[in-house]
């Protein structure tokens, strides 16, 4: 009976499971070279203090990051750093070595032996020497993220014995080698340049692979946004990250750490711009919810919906635009006119689902980045869609063309009126057509985010269209936003681009398409394209040196 | 120096009744006092239901404004006494109000409970198609009651407070519940309301209650609620204040005498009137309160 009863269950759930598609290999693709990777301002902190301590205040004068294909990470591969720039690395360095010597915490952590300057004999001496160069070593391997050549090493510890010689002790000494392996470009940059892979193919056009050690450094930036921990530095020394299997245990732990979340939300701070909310200024006649801390409020909300619907709900990635739940403190809720869920802080609330405004495409972060100081930019919202969400790049406006819209009047009261006045000019038409349709509809939004049903006494019409899919309002154009045919495609790449640390070429097309497919087929979730990305020979290949 | 704070006196909690399954709440923004506007002619309410002379036996004999929409009968006597009072040290009266109720210690709520659609429709809540408020609706049940919140509000770049803020209810102050009263083309009126003022004086923090208040507001089309709030100031309570020992004693007998000219409201059995009437202007701006 009970063998009956579990066929029974067994055809049941055999019945009404939908199977995933069967899912081929990864295509073919074409190999790119090693890229020096500079760590972003983020990643450098997040290093800093995980290497050394929480306490550590991290310097940020530092020259500002600049994108690439939208991403910082990526900018750090094809920007230079200037003159300027590399000084402030120096003075930040020695910043930092000054705080671990006068932090006695984070100065027992770095040094697990005693230094006695007042050594005379040549044993204690000895010692001394001994010391100085297991704190540099031990510290240079995980800042490092690699074990130290000898000559490496060799070069720290003259550079301690010289600081004690010329200032007097060996604090000093430790401090400047400190300093000096914090500006070496080993650790400002990620270097990984890869081997001859013992189990390639015979015939394959990829021949390479990045080692198990630089796999530990990839694993983690992408994960983590942050250094190595010992566990992960040990697994790449071991040689585990080079099969699947010992990547998989890693990438669990990982998924699992808080770093986890704080990397998937540095993915979405990059990928949305929401960093640049920090700067966020409105006009304060215009706008009076506006204040200073507005933008870092708003920036918060969104990345707690990225890692809310990513973790806690390992949700669809295109609920992102369409769900009712948010995380507000009480002055986005007071600009969202909602009861706020928490008097001192952040906390998660439903917005009215009966009310227009739902997603991120709902929230502050987006209405008012996208806006101008002093009024909304439909153009902007509308290009911002295209661009970010659908990976569609628009061109520039000619140089040589007015790009201003009419003021508000009689004649055109509204902002829909002054841009259809303005598309009026064909040289302007062909690229507001695709971005104004758009950002029009969400009009019911000001500059800031505010709900408005009315423009200068008119009732605001909010309808449109996005490629064939029509919308009367915001609510409508967030499910034709996430239902539009590019929503998954895009966010697949981007996110490859983001874990490879390089832009996506032609040749990688194909399994970039691969990518976005796992991703339809698997429910959109983040996690597992993070998961697929990890084992995705883009991830882990890599071509010869140019 | 004057700091006026609000309380409202304890009131059994009636059952309610009516229909509607919305709450709205709004929170005195602006308040000042209702003054002469012309020659007899001052916003309030007829507290004692008699229309007074000067010189009749009602209302000891103190004549009555009449509104500017012509009702009679108004009993407002403190808008004869607040010229005066404005010559002491009472003069910045109205602004030390106004920046009581921006620094949160001030803050009346007007709650609407049972209320069958929202009276600001939620003009800034993104709520489809409903944006715009309710000027000139009606609905036959509504439980009205007045109560005290607390915190620091947000103030907007307008330097008023920001609509729709969340605050949280003031655990010490008990409600004064007017019951079921009716919104009728977009106006509310309760009686029977007892709301109590700690005034503050030099140090000094004294009550004073306004007696048999009553209220009236008319919904705005921003979606806001504007409307005045009167009753009775107990004589002897007021002579008390006047009587602090740090307050000057010509300004006491200035107080003393204006008390003992002017009170027009609750004649004892001899008839003589105990309390002096008073009308206060208010805004009130739509506001959560915190239910956590």
Redesign the interface.
């Known amino acids: 009976m009970l063998r009956y009863v579990l066929q029974m269950l067994w055809l049941l759930a055999c019945v009404t499971a939908d199977p995933l598609p069967e899912r081929g290999a990864a295509p073919e693709f074409e190999v790119v070279s090693p890229v020096l990777k500079r760590l972003t301002q983020t990643q450098y902190g997040n290093s800093l203090r995980d290497l050394l301590g929480s306490a550590l205040v991290v310097p940020n004068d530092l020259e500002p990051d600049d994108a690439s294909e939208g991403l910082l990470v990526l900018g750090g591969t094809v920007n230079s750093l200037s003159a300027r720039g590399v000084e402030q690395y120096e003075t930040a360095a020695f910043d930092v070595a000054a705080q671990v010597r006068a932090d006695s915490d984070m100065r027992a952590a770095l040094m697990p032996c005693a230094i006695d300057d007042a050594a005379t004999d040549a044993a204690a001496e000895a010692e001394n020497e001994t010391c100085v160069s297991d704190t540099l070593e031990a510290f240079g391997h995980r800042a490092w993220r690699r074990p130290l050549e000898p000559a490496e090493l060799l070069r720290l510890t003259t550079i301690a014995s010289a600081a004690r010689s010329t200032l007097g002790s060996w604090d000093d000494g430790v401090q400047y080698g400190v300093a000096a392996i914090l500006q070496s470009p080993n650790f400002l940059y990620r270097i990984e340049v890869g081997e001859d892979d013992p189990d390639a193919a015979a015939g394959s056009s990829v021949q390479r692979r990045y080692t198990s050690v630089e796999m530990a450094t990839r694993l983690s930036y992408f994960l983590w946004n942050s250094t190595p921990d010992a566990e992960l530095l040990a697994a790449g020394e071991s040689g585990e990250l080079v099969t699947d299997a010992g990547i998989d245990a890693q990438v669990e732990r990982m998924l699992a750490d808080p770093r986890g979340r704080d990397g998937v939300r540095n993915f979405f701070d990059e990928m949305l711009t929401l960093y640049k909310l920090e700067d966020l200024s409105k006009d304060?006649?215009a706008?009076?919810?506006?204040?200073s801390t507005v933008g870092s409020s708003a920036r918060e909300e969104t990345l707690s919906l990225a890692e809310w619907l990513t973790f806690d709900e390992d949700g669809d990635y295109r609920d992102f635009f369409t769900t009712t739940t948010t995380f507000v403190d009480?002055?986005l809720?007071?600009i969202?006119?909602?009861?706020?869920?928490?008097?001192d802080g952040f906390a998660q609330t439903e917005l009215?689902a009966?009310?227009?405004?739902r997603g991120f495409l709902?929230q502050v972060s987006f209405l008012a980045l996208q806006a101008h100081p002093t009024s909304t930019s439909p153009t902007r919202r509308g290009k911002f869609i295209r661009e970010v969400l659908f990976c569609t790049p628009l061109s520039p406006p000619p140089a040589n063309v007015d790009t201003s819209i009419p003021e508000p009047s009689d004649s055109y009261p509204t902002m829909r009126a002054r841009l259809e006045e303005h598309m009026s000019n064909p040289s302007c038409a062909g690229c507001h057509a695709m971005t104004d349709p758009i950002g029009l509809g969400f009009e019911?939004?000001d500059g800031l985010g505010?709900?408005?049903?009315?423009e200068n006494g008119n009732t605001i019409d909010a309808s449109g269209d996005l490629d064939g899919a029509p919308f009367n309002?915001?609510w409508g154009l967030a499910a034709a936003v996430h239902d539009n045919a590019n929503l998954g495609p895009c966010f697949s790449r981007t996110l490859y681009q983001y874990a490879t640390g390089h832009a996506a070429s032609e040749g990688e097309r194909d399994l970039i398409n691969w990518h976005a497919e796992g991703f339809a087929d698997n429910g959109y979730k983040v996690q597992w394209l993070l998961r697929d990305l990890v084992a995705s020979p883009g991830f882990r290949r890599v071509g010869v040196v140019q | 120096m004057l700091l006026w704070l609000l309380a409202c006196a304890p009131a059994p909690d009636p059952e309610p009744t009516c229909s509607g399954d919305k709450t709205n709440v709004f929170v005195i923004s602006q308040l000042s006092f209702s003054r002469e506007v012309s020659d007899g002619v001052s916003a309030g309410f007829d507290l004692d239901g008699a229309t007074t002379a000067a010189g009749d036996e009602t209302g000891c004999g103190l004549a009555d404004y009449t509104d500017p929409d012509g009702t009679a009968g108004i009993d407002n006597q403190f808008a004869r006494v607040l010229p005066v009072l404005e010559t002491t040290e009472a003069q910045a009266l109205e602004p030390l109000i106004q920046a009581a109720v921006d620094d949160g210690s001030l803050l009346i709520t007007l709650e609407l409970g049972h209320v069958d659609a929202d009276i600001s429709a939620?003009?800034?809540?993104?709520?489809?198609s409903s944006?715009?408020s309710s000027v000139g609706t009606s609905d036959t049940c509504v439980d009205f009651a007045m109560a005290r919140a607390t915190?620091t509000p947000?103030i907007?770049?307008?330097g008023?407070m920001?609509?729709?803020?969340?605050l949280?209810r003031e655990p010490m102050s008990a409600r004064s519940e007017a019951g079921q009263v009716a919104l009728e083309d977009g106006r509310l009126q309760a009686q029977g309301l007892e709301v109590t003022i700690p005034v503050t004086i030099l140090g000094h923090e004294l009550l004073v209650t306004v007696l048999s208040g009553s209220l009236r507001f008319d919904v705005q089309p921003d979606g806001s609620v504007a409307g005045y709030l009167a009753g009775g100031l107990d004589q002897s309570q007021l002579l008390s204040i006047a009587e602090t020992d740090n307050i000057d004693s010509e300004v006491t007998e200035l107080v003393s005498s204006l008390l003992d000219y002017n009170v027009d409201l609750a004649p004892d059995d001899a008839g003589t009137c105990q309390q002096l009437s008073i009308t206060l202007k208010f805004v009130a701006i739509p506001v959560?309160?915190?239910?956590?």
Do not use: I
């Open positions: 304060p006649t706008y009076v919810h506006t204040s009480p002055k809720a007071t969202y006119a909602v009861p706020a869920p928490s008097l009215p009966d009310g227009g405004r709902g019911n939004f505010g709900w408005r049903a009315t309002n915001a | 939620s003009g800034s809540s993104g709520s489809g944006a715009g915190g947000s907007g770049t307008d008023r920001e609509w729709y803020q969340t949280a959560f309160l915190y239910e956590g």
